[in-house]
């Protein structure tokens, strides 16, 4: 007797994370961090921390796949996913945290009336020092999150090695997301704040 | 610029007919458009040798590396649209062009196995956090298999609109080296296209509105 098709896909999206079904993973984290600037990314001072760590990620989700057997595709697609997806986040984390810098630079400098090369700044005023305050506190706080993200990462490459099975990658990934989620809300959170100290001394 | 990837490991769901339909109308509509082929199978490299004309650009790719340097190079160019055809298997190019993606497009047939193998795809198309959506294509003409087709792949997320039926045109075209708006213009799968690519464009379009209204909020 023929199976209808809505019957079998319904069987066969059994295999769909059922936390991603609902909401896309990592689409906040797309949303906030979309724009690619490589060249700007290799210019931040942290890199050489960030660099090592997503090389540590890639080369904990290398030695994964090379122990996975050649029949466990969907092990073996999950390290690929949180390979591709890592690199990103790290990349698109150091982009944000420049042009926050960068920002921050601005502000600055638009207040010491264009950075002055050689001569005196006319009125060593208080906020000024406030915003460079508040951008060097913005600065550790996005290196503490850079960090914590990239601990993050390394634990969920880890985790994918002993997951064997659709369910475990299922659990795994919902974990991951929620984690992510809360990672880019902190950050946009730190954002706000260095946004308001910066600025409320207008 | 705007990078369109289709993707599926099903080989044979029209992944490469589709890049090249839809290509072809979205440069009938004004639109800077070029292919990106990664797929050994060079369906796209060898339709662009029947053709005469010298547009869209299509450009081989057969690594990620050379990828990044394909989508860099359109973006220079000042491309609005790249489509991105991939081989029917989830390796780590096909991963790369949904990473790289601000839309996928993942072809199905009416048939279990290619549903089937939508949902490795799928799965990666969600962690990555990607927009997507399925488009029914090959549909027969009428019966109740295109609408159960349609109502599955609606349970598992956004359906194109309309659904791309199964016609001769879309052969005919791809061995004369012309999309099937030009092979037969007036024709009923020639609309399907060009309404296929006015659905797309209006998600791409939506989505760009979309993004620019979170810039001007975090500006502000």
Redesign the interface.
């Known amino acids: 007797m023929r199976r209808s098709l809505v019957e079998l896909t319904a069987v066969a999206s059994r295999e769909l994370p059922d936390g991603l079904s609902a909401t896309p993973a990592g689409s906040v984290a797309a949303v906030v961090n979309r724009t690619p600037r490589r060249e700007r990314a290799a210019e931040i001072q942290a890199t050489p921390e960030a660099a090592v760590a997503a090389s540590e990620v890639a080369s904990v989700a290398a030695s994964h796949s090379g122990e996975l057997s050649a029949s466990d595709s969907t092990a073996e697609l999950a390290v690929k996913i949180a390979k591709e997806f890592q690199e990103r986040a790290l990349e698109d984390f150091r982009v944000s945290m420049n042009a926050a810098l960068d920002y921050a630079k601005n502000i600055v400098e638009t207040r010491t009336g264009g950075a002055p090369k050689g001569g005196r700044p006319v009125k060593p005023e208080a906020p000024i020092l406030t915003g460079l305050e508040a951008a060097a506190r913005y600065r550790a706080e996005a290196i503490e999150l850079l960090k914590a993200n990239v601990e993050t990462a390394l634990g969920y490459a880890r985790e994918l090695a002993s997951a064997r099975s659709p369910a475990d990658f299922v659990e795994l990934s919902s974990e991951h997301a929620r984690k992510q989620c809360e990672f880019v809300l902190k950050q946009t959170g730190a954002l706000k704040s260095f946004a308001r100290d910066a600025t409320k001394r207008e | 610029m705007h990078v369109l990837a289709l993707v599926t490991q099903k080989g044979g769901s029209g992944k490469s007919t589709l890049a090249i339909g839809l290509a072809v109308a979205a440069m009938a509509d004004g639109e800077c458009t070029a292919l990106i082929e990664a797929d050994v199978q060079g369906t796209i490299s060898k339709w662009k040798d029947r053709r005469t004309g010298a547009y869209p650009h299509v450009e081989r790719v057969a690594d990620t590396a050379e990828m990044e340097q394909a989508i860099a190079r359109l973006e220079a160019e000042g491309i609005w649209l790249a489509i991105i055809d991939t081989a029917a298997t989830?390796n780590?190019l096909a991963?790369?062009a949904i990473?790289r993606s601000d839309f996928c497009l993942i072809p199905a047939r009416?048939?279990?196995a290619d549903?089937?193998a939508a949902?490795?795809t799928?799965?990666?198309?969600?962690?990555?956090?990607?927009?997507f959506a399925f488009v029914l294509n090959q549909a027969p003409p009428r019966g109740g298999?295109v609408s159960?087709?349609g109502?599955?792949?609606n349970?598992?997320g956004l359906l194109a609109l309309p659904y791309i039926g199964q016609r001769n045109d879309h052969q005919d075209a791809l061995g004369a080296g012309l999309a099937v708006t030009e092979f037969a213009r007036a024709g009923k799968a020639s609309e399907e296209i060009q309404a296929l690519w006015r659905w797309i464009s209006t998600q791409l379009i939506g989505e760009s509105s979309l993004?620019a209204q979170?810039v001007l909020k975090a500006a502000s």
């Open positions: 989830n780590a991963m790369r990473a009416p048939t279990p549903i089937e949902i490795p799928l799965i990666a198309i969600r962690r990555l956090g990607r927009r298999r159960e087709a109502t599955s792949l349970s598992l993004r979170s």
